[in-house]
């Protein structure tokens, strides 16, 4: 089985795509996981619990799209 070449402009949009797809997941990730902490393990309201998943999903697509452009 051989492997295509990344290099060229094929290969720069997939991994284009690819790093969108982290930056999409990671996001995802924080969101979610600061939701859940603060609604179930801190008992906050849920509008607390979604003004904070939504800054640390920020965050984190910031400090994503930082790394990705590395």
Do not use: D
Request: aromatic share 10%.
């Amino acid at each position: 089985m051989s492997r295509l070449p990344t290099s060229g402009p094929a290969g720069a949009g997939r991994r284009a795509m690819k790093s969108w797809r982290t930056i999409v997941l990671h996001t995802a990730a924080a969101a979610v996981f600061m939701f859940v902490l603060q609604r179930f393990a801190l008992n906050a309201s849920l509008e607390t619990s979604l003004l904070w998943a939504v800054v640390f999903g920020g965050c984190a697509a910031g400090l994503a799209y930082m790394q990705s452009n590395r």
